[in-house]
């Protein structure tokens, strides 16, 4: 699924945030540590070798909300963007958090003059966010700040699983009846 917003293209589809060759920049799900970790974290140091780990040393520790760039070494995009989303109902105001996520992911992409952002489901793993309120909230965040972008042209939500994506599906057709 693609909607048009402004001057941005906002599609959904589902797949692996590591095997998004097109895309310039891809979002991790990180920890505050930016180590490797598991769920997104795990898939993205993996496919971009140690090199990544040295890269977020000194970047650490990063607060909910955040958002740090580094280079994507072995992986086939140019940037990775590590942002730390909310662990639901503990980090709070879990919405605003994670909304901030987005929000500074797109942000540090813009600022690096990056055309095309692929995220993952952020906080919806291991940090237990519900999937449908994190849609609501991420597509929301995208939508909104897609008005502001100078170089982001093209935002990508990869969904690991047909589940998430019926669900950003029915939210984004939600959200932007017209199209
Ligand atoms: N591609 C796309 N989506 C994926 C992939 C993948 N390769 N792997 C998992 N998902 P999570 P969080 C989905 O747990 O909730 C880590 O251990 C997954 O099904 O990666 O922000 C970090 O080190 C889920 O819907 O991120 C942190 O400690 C979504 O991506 C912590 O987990 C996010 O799952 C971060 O937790």
């Known amino acids: 699924m693609r909607v ?41 140091h993996r496919a971009a070798g140690p090199e990544l780990a040295e890269a977020c040393r000194p970047l650490a520790p990063i607060r909910p909300g955040q958002a740090v760039i580094t280079p994507g070494f072995r992986l086939p995009n140019r940037y990775v963007i590590h942002v730390l989303g909310p662990v639901y109902g503990r980090d709070v105001p879990s919405d605003r958090l994670l909304a901030d996520a987005y929000r500074n992911a797109l942000k540090v992409a813009d600022a690096h003059k990056v055309r095309s ?4 489901a952020i ?12 849609a609501q909230v991420a597509l929301k965040t995208v939508l909104e700040e897609a008005s502001r972008l100078q170089h982001v042209r093209h935002v990508r939500f990869v969904l690991f699983d047909e589940r998430a994506r019926d669900i950003h599906e029915k939210v984004l057709a939600h959200l932007e009846p017209t199209t």
């Open 4 to 44: 048009e917003k402004g001057n941005v293209t906002l599609e959904i589809v589902q797949g692996d945030i590591t095997k998004q060759p097109d895309m310039e920049a891809i979002v991790n799900a990180a920890n505050a540590e930016l180590m490797p970790g598991g769920g997104v974290a795990g898939a993205i």
């Open 117 to 120: 952002v692929a995220f993952p």
């Open 123 to 134: 906080s919806t793993g291991v940090f237990g966010y519900p999937m449908e309120e994190a």
